[in-house]
């Protein structure tokens, strides 16, 4: 299974700032994706990062909120922008397992906006 | 719009007890079914399901699902207190998309 690693692990910004979240699989991966997980919910993937292409991002998400990067297949970026207390929560990047549905988990990016 | 829905949210037993968990569908095009533990921030993956009947099984942990009655549970015997988290349950639909369509998760807590 990939090994991923995220930074920062916790941040607490101001609103109306941006905070950009690494994520680096140990492997080549073809597909990234990155998830929300707000207090008390479940998992809801914000999009997916194609390496050489534009993110697709689910409906309720767009670029201008969330950019993301993918420059190489082990590593990407979400920046979330001009932020407002509501996008206080966890941000989960994942890579999926060639040949499966299945995807590992980084261990999260806890966010505080006051 | 795909629905993944779980139960019970909480759950609370002792030690050595036996817990079944659940998880129920409504997937276009359903492809796979997949269980994870969450302590703290990141989903730790348990099971990927695809074929009805056949059981998946580590250790303590098992699971089976039902694409008749669109549903899986997720067993676990002799219950330790390590256990204690949430149990999330995600599906996959066919196609390139790849995307994790999760369940609200069950709480599940072990008291020793």
């Known amino acids: 299974s990939a090994v991923i690693s995220q930074k920062p692990s916790r941040d607490i910004c101001q609103r109306g700032t941006s905070l950009t979240i690494q994520c680096q699989v140990d492997?080549?991966?073809?597909?990234m994706f990155w998830y929300r997980q707000q207090p008390g919910q479940s998992l809801t993937l914000i999009a997916t990062a194609n390496q050489g292409s534009e993110a697709t991002y689910e409906s309720g998400f767009v670029i201008d909120k969330f950019p993301i990067s993918r420059p190489n297949l082990t590593f990407s970026t979400l920046t979330v922008s001009n932020m407002s207390p509501e996008d206080s929560s966890i941000y989960l990047c994942s890579s999926r397992q060639a040949l499966t549905d299945t995807q590992y988990f980084g261990p999260g990016t806890r966010l505080t906006v006051l | 719009e795909d629905k993944v829905v779980q139960s019970p949210l909480s759950l609370v037993v002792h030690e050595g007890d036996t817990v079944t968990l659940n998880c129920s569908y409504e997937?276009?095009?359903?492809?796979?079914l997949l269980w994870y533990k969450q302590e703290k921030k990141a989903p730790t993956f348990l099971f990927m399901l695809t074929s009805s009947g056949i059981e998946k099984k580590s250790g303590r942990l098992s699971s089976i699902l039902d694409k008749k009655e669109l549903f899986s549970i997720l067993n676990i015997t002799a219950t330790q207190t390590g256990d204690s988290a949430v149990y999330l349950c995600a599906t996959t639909r066919g196609g390139s998309n790849y995307k994790l369509t999760f369940g609200k998760g069950t709480l599940l807590t072990v008291n020793p």
């Open positions: 492997s080549q991966v073809t597909m």
């Open positions: 997937v276009t095009n359903f492809r796979s």
